[in-house]
């Protein structure tokens, strides 16, 4: 046996390292962890909590009222306490939470922020809105609500909460929400309308209510908006006449009442605040403010035998900024008529610029505008839409002639989506946007079609009043089988529907992907998906709708 291959002696182990004494329990010292999310684990652990919902923050704007214009006094300079109550709540020993609840027209969302300001006084608080961004409308998840260290949230949910299913359940989830923001330095107030929240569930969720009983002064209020939010003190004097006045001023007072809404002295103290500095101007607001009621009614009543000049009126409205001819033109082709051959009868009657002026719009040079009386382009719409029923359908197969690619309305589809949304909004009635929706199949077969109903639903998606029907009703068009309306659906996904409603733009487009054959819909939802996924966090949530849709 050589050296090479004789057995070597062999290291003992190293000795094993000393062992510490057991101490008395885990101990775990954490120091500056005010208003933070604190998690300890023996082991390892697995975050899995489902995405959080959109935020927003809540506009200066609204900030700047509950800051320098807040009025706490009704018409009777009774104190009103229902901004007071929230803070008591949201303050108090129970969870984080106070349901400002109420008919509309009380200044309840107001008075949430406003308690809300007022708790994060000395507490450096970030004040947010939750978007109501749910994957099913009528079924909150509380489990996505957002619940970040020294927040003040605020959730309106006003609009939607009477159509929610099991809202017992989600009260209870709420109120445990809301005892978890406590130990994060968090608030939640919520909105609700008069009979959502279901205070008969328990104690402690009838304990968070706060009854909106009694409204703010509407005169205050747009005295203060005028004054501090305007900051056009000078105009206080066209407030300050009585009911009994003759003049001017006088009508100005006469535009709120005890019963008017904090709503509507905003308004009053926005027009009068952007009015010119003349009787005229003065004039001109409160016809606004009064939406323009009698110079409409007066136009239609002189027109109750001319359905050319009515025509040239509705053509107008949506042509504005148009040339006159072209205005004319519109309104001939609304009349479904030719312009006219004989001679004698184009010598007779008014001058065009005449007959426009008379319907309340203003001709300078070639140019036809209703932008000197803000609002009349919808007043106008709202009394056909309500006095001329019969007109809607034939209105309607109009708007896609003159928006057609080489028609005079091609560059003015988002103009007129709006109208057509502020028509909606002002009737409150999601039957109007029923009536706009099933316009899809029933009108022009075009891009400019579905994109002019897109940019409709779109906003009437995040209206305050129609917004929770709206989304719900993009939901059940996503899994129609008509190649059109699936397509319109995926159009809304692609714009700012998707940006303030993520979750429920992904879940309408995985309907969409779900379509048998890969059709003009399904690639305007892969076209929506890919602009989501370029999106900051919203990569994960795109391949998950993609892998439950190839399924």
């Known amino acids: 046996m050589s ?29 500056g962890n005010q208003n933070s999310k604190i998690i300890i684990a ?72 406003k308690a809300l300001w007022e708790v994060s006084q000395g507490q450096s608080l970030e004040l947010q809105e939750i978007v109501p961004d749910w994957e099913k409308p009528g079924s909150p998840d509380v489990a996505e609500l957002p619940d970040e260290p020294g927040t003040g ?19 209870q989830q709420l109120l445990a929400y809301a005892e978890k923001l406590r130990f994060s330095g968090s608030f939640l107030v919520v909105i609700a309308d008069e009979h959502g929240w279901p205070e008969a569930v328990s104690g402690a969720v009838a304990g968070a209510v706060v009854r909106a009983t009694a409204r703010p002064s509407a005169r205050r209020v747009a005295r203060m908006h005028l004054e501090y939010v305007h900051r056009q003190p000078d105009r206080l004097q066209w407030l300050a006449g009585t009911p009994s006045d003759t003049g001017l001023a006088g009508k100005a007072a ?33 016809s606004a403010f009064q ?19 009515r025509a040239l009126l509705i053509s107008a ?19 479904g008529e030719t312009p006219k051959a004989d001679v004698r009868t184009i010598l007779t009657g008014p001058d065009l610029t005449s007959r426009l002026m008379a319907m309340g719009a203003e001709v300078t040079g070639r140019t036809v505008s209703l932008d000197h009386k803000p609002g009349y382009a919808r007043a106008v719409l709202l009394h056909l839409w309500q006095q001329r029923a019969d007109i809607h359908p034939h209105l309607l197969k109009w708007l896609d002639t003159v928006t057609s690619p080489k028609d005079a309305g091609a560059d003015r589809l988002a103009d007129i989506s709006d109208l057509l949304v502020e028509l909606a909004v002002a009737e409150n009635d999601i039957r109007v946007v029923q009536k706009v929706h099933a316009w899809i199949d029933n009108g022009a077969d075009s891009p400019e079609h579905r994109a002019l109903i897109a940019r409709f639903l779109t906003v009437a998606a995040e209206s305050d009043t129609l917004g929770a029907g709206v989304r ?51 690639r305007t939802a892969q076209k929506a998906l890919r602009d989501i996924a370029r999106r900051d966090g919203q990569l994960p949530r795109v391949w998950s709708t993609v892998v439950v849709a190839r399924g």
């Open 317 to 335: 409205l949506f042509l504005n900024g148009k040339d006159a001819l072209t205005v004319q033109d519109g309104a001939r082709a609304l009349l």
């Open 254 to 286: 006469q535009q709120l009442t005890d019963g008017s809404r904090p709503a509507d002295a905003v308004d009053l103290a926005a027009k009068l605040a952007a009015a010119e500095d003349s009787p005229e101007g003065l004039k001109n607001a409160l």
């Open 472 to 522: 719900g009703l993009l939901l059940d068009s996503a899994q129609e089988t008509t190649q059109a309306v699936a397509t319109v659906v995926a159009l809304v996904c692609q714009g700012e529907f998707a940006e303030h409603y993520p979750r429920q733009a992904l879940v309408r487009l995985r309907h969409i992907l779900d379509r048998p054959e890969k059709d003009e819909a399904v």
């Open 42 to 113: 023996a082991g390892s652990i697995s975050m899995k909590d489902k995405p959080q919902g959109p935020v927003a923050h809540i506009p200066q704007a609204e900030l700047d009222v509950v800051q320098r214009a807040w009025v706490d006094l009704d018409a009777r300079d009774q104190h009103v306490r229902t901004a007071e109550e929230a803070v008591a709540r949201l303050t108090g020993d129970g969870p984080r939470l106070a349901v400002v609840a109420g008919p509309p027209g009380y200044g309840k969302r107001t008075a949430g922020i």
């Open 3 to 31: 050296e090479e291959t004789f057995p070597r002696p062999v290291a003992p182990p190293p000795p094993p390292p000393p062992v510490a004494p057991p101490t008395p329990g885990f101990q775990v010292r954490v120091g």
């Open 291 to 309: 939406e323009w009621r009698t110079d409409v009614r007066d136009v239609f009543a002189a027109t109750e035998e001319n359905p050319d000049d």
């Open 153 to 171: 949230y605020l959730l309106d949910v006003a609009a939607e909460i009477s159509a929610w299913q099991n809202r017992g359940s989600v009260a």
